[in-house]
Nanobody
């Protein structure tokens, strides 16, 4: 079992930066692909970024967001820069423990999820 807890969300203005954290417990996540997804009201869950050995990003956040991990702290981060109103969503952390070597952009590939943290960007 892996428990994931996100933190760091909040209300910011367009152009601001925010860093989200995903703290894992239960087992080490160092060998797993970890990802961030987001979901806005009335919309489907959307891939944002993933990390295993390399980093992968959705086109909409490329060059603005940075995903990183600290295996010693069992934590994954999402640094979000130049935030836009369209970035407003609940952000969820996910772990793929079933196929750890595969980096997948589909939510169905991830078997552990956090509860989410809300990010609201005002124009």
């Amino acid at each position: 079992q892996v428990q994931l807890v996100e933190s760091g969300g909040g209300l910011v203005q367009a152009g601001d930066s925010l860093t989200l954290s995903c703290s894992a417990s239960g087992r080490s996540i160092s060998g797993y692909t970890m990802a961030w997804f987001r979901q806005a009201p009335g919309k489907e869950r959307e891939f944002v970024a993933a990390i295993r050995l390399n980093q992968y990003y959705a086109d909409s956040v490329e060059d603005r967001f940075v995903i990183s991990r600290d295996n010693a702290k069992n934590t994954v981060y999402l640094q979000m820069n130049s935030l836009r109103s369209e970035d407003t969503a609940e952000y969820l952390c996910a772990a793929n423990t079933r196929n750890p070597v595969i980096v997948d952009r589909l939510a169905s590939a991830y078997d552990y999820w956090g509860q989410g943290t809300q990010v609201t960007v005002s124009a």
